[in-house]
């Protein structure tokens, strides 16, 4: 049968390195055997993150092109600021918008009637161009919103220092619990449960939803304790697996029904809605843009990071309801971040963006609920599960948007590897090694199940994540790593294990820890 038709060319190529197996392995000494530490350059395919590492589109180059550097108020601010209103509240990702973004800056009318305007109860609220009521801050990335977020939300709390979610990313999660929360995580079980590899691309379970029965009665018991529902679409702790529409409605009515304020991690938010329309019932007609209007019709406010589904290579956001429930629980909020933003970060028409960060962004944004463009990142991700399912490797399934992990229990299943034998970072050691191919583990030692409690250690599930960067890489870099996996699986005896020598009980290991196979 014929495949998809293509949704993009490429228009500038770079060359990839020639490096020797040898070389590769002087150089994983020289860096401690911690993968994040390891050059880039030397790398034929990086699946390290999907965060930051898009190649941008050619209207987005434009728009950054018109990116304007002013200290105070540039165009890019006012682009952005548009852009979330078009599609966190208006719905409507609309066809002129991208033209205003290249050719705007001096529509007087526009800066008047638009912004001037107080949309209500929005995201953004234009009333005195943020002056009065602040409740959007543009920051660096997203963990830098988490941070500011999750510090400043602390001092006002009181008791109510526990956070309910379907899954924390890692920095969210150490973000939350460094300002002093504590983390109470419902995913819905069934995670590594097996799904027929025939139904990949025609099915899904939704594998990411918030467990609603458990979180419920969390919240019975313990109401007063909690400050905040947090939705991450999709769920990235959940193996990148999508949350449904049915969901965060239910979530939402259960936040209603106990005040507490519902947020979305949102970074990948127009991926979650690329399932929701191809997947849930009620939905196919829908368009991405209506889907998203949606999604966020039932939140009190989110956290951004535009380095996933801004399509930009830098920029966060967190936005709150104007005069919403978050707001009036924590009056004054807006004040208190918006001058802490300002101290950390900048002034708040850029908060640590440059002006053609926001611009890039900002035609990102438009771009990324494009139907075309999302059917085939989806399917891309897809057809690389289905090829490793077909060369014998076991992937969790249905894979999720922005990546495929490997099942390492089954990957090691008969090999005599305990857990706290780390052997699926030895896996990754001999990818870049003997390939030049860079995937993270995500399992015992990312989520350092060797510190836990053994009650928590059940939940880690072991898996190696291949994150995969938007626009980069084609079929022929999916066909070479399937490839060197299938061929280092069936020498899969001989992969080391790892041993932490230095860093065991840092936040975040991961990213600093030593290790030695
Ligand atoms: N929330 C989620 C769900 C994320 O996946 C990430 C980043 C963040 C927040 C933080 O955003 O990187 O802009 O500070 N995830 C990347 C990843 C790093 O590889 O999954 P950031």
Not at 220 to 243: C, F, G, K, Y
Not at 435 to 456: C, H, M, N, T, V
Request: aromatic share 12%.
């Amino acid at each position: 049968s014929v495949p998809l038709p293509p949704a993009h060319t490429a228009l500038v190529v770079r060359s990839l390195p020639t490096v020797r197996a040898e070389e590769r392995k002087r150089i994983l000494e020289d860096v401690e055997y911690n993968v994040f530490a390891f050059p880039a350059g030397l790398l034929t395919c990086d699946f390290l993150s999907d965060s930051g590492t898009s190649a941008m589109t050619d209207v987005q180059w434009a728009a950054l092109m018109r990116g304007d550097e002013s200290y105070g108020r540039n165009w890019g601010y006012y682009c952005l600021l548009e852009a979330f209103r078009d599609i966190f509240e208006r719905g409507t990702a609309r066809e002129h918008a991208i033209e205003r973004i290249l050719t705007g800056s001096v529509d007087v009318e526009f800066y008047q009637t638009k912004l001037l305007i107080s949309s209500q109860r929005g995201f953004v609220n234009g009333g005195g161009y943020q002056l009065e009521r602040p409740n959007f801050f543009i920051l660096p990335q997203g963990r830098c919103a988490e941070s500011l977020l999750f510090s400043t939300l602390a001092g006002m709390v009181g008791e109510s220092t526990t956070i309910v979610s379907n899954g924390f990313f890692d920095t969210t999660g150490a973000n939350a619990s460094a300002a002093g929360f504590q983390l109470q995580v419902f995913t819905q079980p069934g995670l590594t449960d097996p799904f027929p590899p025939e139904l990949i691309g025609k099915k899904n379970n939704f594998k990411g939803n918030l467990d609603l029965a458990a979180a419920e009665a969390f919240l019975d018991e313990h109401r007063e304790e909690v400050s905040m529902i947090l939705i991450t679409i999709t769920n990235n702790w959940a193996a990148a697996q999508p949350v449904s529409m049915a969901n965060i409605r239910g979530a939402a009515a259960i936040a209603k029904k106990k005040s507490i304020p519902l947020f979305l991690d949102a970074c990948r938010f127009a991926e979650n809605a690329y399932f929701i329309q191809r997947y849930e019932e009620g939905y196919a007609d829908k368009t991405i843009a209506e889907i998203v209007q949606e999604t966020f019709s039932y939140a009190e406010g989110f956290t951004i990071s535009l380095k996933k589904d801004g399509l930009a290579n830098m920029g966060g956001v967190l936005s709150f309801r104007d005069q919403g429930l978050f707001a009036r629980k924590y009056q004054g909020i807006g004040m208190l971040l918006k001058e802490r933003q300002i101290l950390s970060y900048g002034n708040d028409s850029y908060g640590g963006m440059s002006g053609r960060d926001l611009m890039a962004a900002s035609a990102g944004l438009y771009q990324v609920t494009d139907k075309t463009y999302l059917r085939n990142r989806i399917t891309q991700v897809e057809s690389f599960a289905q090829k490793l399912q077909a060369n014998g490797i076991a992937v969790l399934s249905p894979p999720g948007g922005h990546a495929v992990y490997l099942d390492m229990d089954h990957f090691f299943f008969g090999c005599n590897r305990k857990p706290e034998d780390f052997a699926s970072v030895g896996f990754t050691l001999d990818l870049i090694k003997d390939y030049g191919i860079r995937a993270a583990e995500s399992g015992p030692f990312g989520w350092a199940a060797d510190l836990k409690a053994p009650e928590e250690r059940v939940g880690i599930p072991n898996l190696v994540r291949f994150a995969v960067p938007r626009h980069v890489y084609s079929d022929e870099h999916i066909d070479y790593t399937v490839a060197a996996i299938r061929d280092l699986y069936d020498r899969r005896h001989n992969i080391p294990n790892v041993v932490i020598t230095r860093g065991k009980h840092m936040r975040l290991r991961h990213f600093s820890a030593g290790l030695k196979p």
